[in-house]
């Protein structure tokens, strides 16, 4: 077996390949580039999982980075546990070539439970207290304490919500290169998120100064990684999930449907809290894709013709199987946005009634994905002494909201991604040092297994 490190760098396109990406682009040059043809939704979980186990989401089921879970009416975004995919992973398929195979799988999703040697993944503690502390899962276990010793605290706020930096890229590169150097996997997985932040905060625009900068950061980041496994006799690989595509503005996809009467929801101290099991349809939005989950079928084509006359809708089907996404995970609606729009959760109409949870950094409560959660809510005065003022209280054991997020600014987001980029050149990318195992020309994600194992056993 040969060695090899994949290198999974969130948003990287073939244009974005160039001067502000030297080190990068001397690996394109010195092996091969080739597009990837990413799958639909092209969001974090559902494309990784596509990446790691050749297989379309109608097979292995991460149809979004969350979804409904039937059996307790309630959708849940960014779980974690392996156990939810399907299909045989590309360490599982190694192992069974040679039991010798071993794996280091950082920061990819699906990495609790995992089937893979190594691990490690953001796992804040949540103490009863209400307060959201800092930290990583690793397994096994006592790596944790391994790589706390040698890089301090996993900077959780570093990597995501306003604070999102390049700080918490540099962290993981910093663990990826120990484990690689201690472990020796034959695989290494590293998930690269530098990129994301501002792509969504600014769009693409690669004449953007702030864009060039965190261009040259990721490059840099990841340069000594590269080197070093270069100097292993490592293969390396660099790969993207999806492209980001410059946005104006959201689709309040659930006010819609409250308006239309399909949206039940309780009233909890002056807070309107969604009711998704007396909802008669709802959706569960994710960047530019909404699953749209119906109760009734009787009333599936009424609520398509709503949603497809809504501005910057661009599709709307009941054919779940032409998008891979035929699994009971799956809205009984898929709606997809024009280029320049995403999905907002939204469903309330007073924001004096807003949830509690809307203007927090909670990713886990809120029935849909929030890009805002990137910003700052600009309304806020002296946004800074307040921000450290609730913290001091927190700290002090005062219970209180870090309500700092805003609640109707949703053209503060400049770009997104889910939908199918129109041009190669502006989707997700796959680099390699083997030109010779590049396909003549794009490559489909479901190839991408097959792809890394014949780095390791060709």
Known sequence: ???????????????????????????????????????????????????MTGELPAVHGAVAN??????TYEVALWKQSETLL?????????????????????????????SADWSATPRPMYPADGR?????????????????????????????????????????????RHVMDSRDPTLTLAYIPHLDYDLQRLGPDLANPDIQRALREVDAAIAPLIAEAQAQGRAVIIVSEYGITPVRDAIHINRALREAGMIAWRDEMGREMIDLGA?????????????????????????????????????????TAALGLD???????????????????????????????????????????????LFVDPALRAAKAQIIWKIAKRKLGMRGLLDIISTHRS?????????????????????????DLLPEGPMAATAFKAFVLDHIFA
């Open 411 to 435: 053209d503060l987001v400049k770009g997104s991604h889910g939908r199918l980029t129109d041009r190669p050149e502006d989707g997700p990318l796959v680099i390699s040092t083997r030109a």
């Open 86 to 114: 399907s299909g045989e992973t590309i360490w599982q398929a190694g192992k069974k070539r040679d039991a010798a195979f071993t794996c280091a799988k950082m920061f990819w999703w699906y990495n609790m439970q995992t």
């Open 279 to 319: 909802s008669r349809a709802f959706a569960m939005v994710d960047h530019q894709i909404a699953h749209i989950y119906v109760r009734d079928a009787a009333d599936i084509p009424a609520v398509a013709e709503l949603v497809r006359g809504l501005d910057g809708v661009e599709s709307v089907t009941a054919d």
């Open 66 to 71: 969350g979804w409904l879970f039937r059996d």
């Open 132 to 176: 959201k502390v800092p930290d990583h899962y690793t397994q096994p276990g006592a790596l944790r304490d391994e790589l706390n010793a040698r890089l301090g605290p996993f900077p959780l706020f570093n990597y995501w919500g306003p604070t999102a930096s390049i700080a918490s890229t540099n962290w993981i590169v910093g663990a990826t």
């Open 327 to 373: 699994h009971p995970r799956a809205g009984e609606l898929v709606a997809i946005s024009a280029p320049d729009r995403w999905f907002s959760y939204y469903y309330w109409l007073d924001e004096a009634k807003a949830p509690d949870y809307a203007a927090t950094v909670d990713i886990h409560r809120k029935p849909g994905y929030d890009p805002v959660e």
């Open 1 to 51: 077996m040969e060695n090899a490190l994949v290198l999974l760098v969130v948003g990287l396109t073939p244009a974005m390949v160039g001067e502000h990406t030297p080190n990068i682009a001397r690996l394109a040059e010195a092996g091969g580039m080739r597009a990837l043809q990413t799958v639909v939704p092209a969001v974090t979980c559902t494309v990784q999982a596509t990446l």
